[in-house]
């Protein structure tokens, strides 16, 4: 159980235009979603945490207007790179909690990674 | 002083021996403590949680010291397939939710 889908896994762009992220909780409800990004030789960087139906809180330093996250369902919560830029580019990942869960509730997706060029 | 500081490595270790990872926090409002493997392009897994009791898990031991902010993972008789990255991380704590990671101690066992 506590499965977490995330998709695309890979993604080329170009720069100026806008990616979107699925992030999906395929067997449990997410009440909280995360996003994280990871650039080369990095740790996992806490990105912005969502509850479902409010707007993300942001962590000092990212973008809320850059980075879209919608958090509609509970089941899915999206993230959307506007813009994109090169230095955009990273493995983007997200992790949900929610009820049913044997781990302490963080599972994460298999990660995004963006390349803009 | 990062949040989450590791020893990047790497360490280099036959296959049977027993392997050391530590770590420190900062952040002394955190109550929940990990260690999660990441394999190379992968997402991280968790490994096991931390409790200042100490907790075992088969071949894995991880210890908490809350007043020194230190964690600790042990692996004996480590395997081929140990061979990963592992990340020390911790909550955000204070009603966060979020996890903070350290960047990794990469392991490489060899035959």
């Known amino acids: 159980g506590a499965v977490v889908s995330q998709h695309p896994s890979r993604v080329i762009c170009k720069s100026g235009t806008s990616v979107k992220i699925e992030c999906r909780s395929l067997d449990f409800q997410a009440t909280t979603m995360f996003w994280y990004r990871q650039f080369p030789k990095q740790s996992l960087m806490l990105m912005a945490t969502s509850n479902e139906g409010s707007k993300a809180t942001y962590e000092q330093g990212v973008e809320k207007d850059k980075f879209l996250i919608n958090h509609a369902s509970l089941t899915l919560s999206t993230l959307t790179v506007t813009s994109a830029h090169p230095e955009d580019s990273s493995f983007y990942i997200c992790?949900?909690?929610?009820?049913?869960?044997?781990?302490?509730?963080?599972?994460f997706g298999s990660g995004t990674r963006l390349t803009v060029v | 002083r990062k949040e989450v500081e590791q020893d990047p490595g790497p360490f280099n270790v036959p296959e049977g021996a027993t392997v050391a990872f530590n770590c420190t926090y900062s952040?002394?409002?955190?109550?929940?403590f990990f260690w999660y493997r990441q394999d190379c392009r992968k997402e991280p897994k968790l490994l096991m949680s931390v409790y200042s009791s100490g907790n075992e898990d088969g071949r894995f031991t991880a210890q908490l010291n809350r007043a020194s902010q230190y964690i600790s993972l042990l692996i004996r008789d480590s395997k081929l397939s140990d061979s990963a990255t592992y990340l020390c991380?911790?909550?955000?704590?204070?009603?966060?939710?979020?996890?903070?990671f350290g960047k990794g101690t990469h392991l490489i066992i060899q035959p």
């Open positions: 992790s949900a909690r929610g009820i049913r869960h044997s781990n302490y509730g963080y599972t």
């Open positions: 991380v911790v909550n955000k704590g204070g009603g966060a939710d979020g996890l903070t």
């Open positions: 952040n002394s409002a955190s109550q929940s």
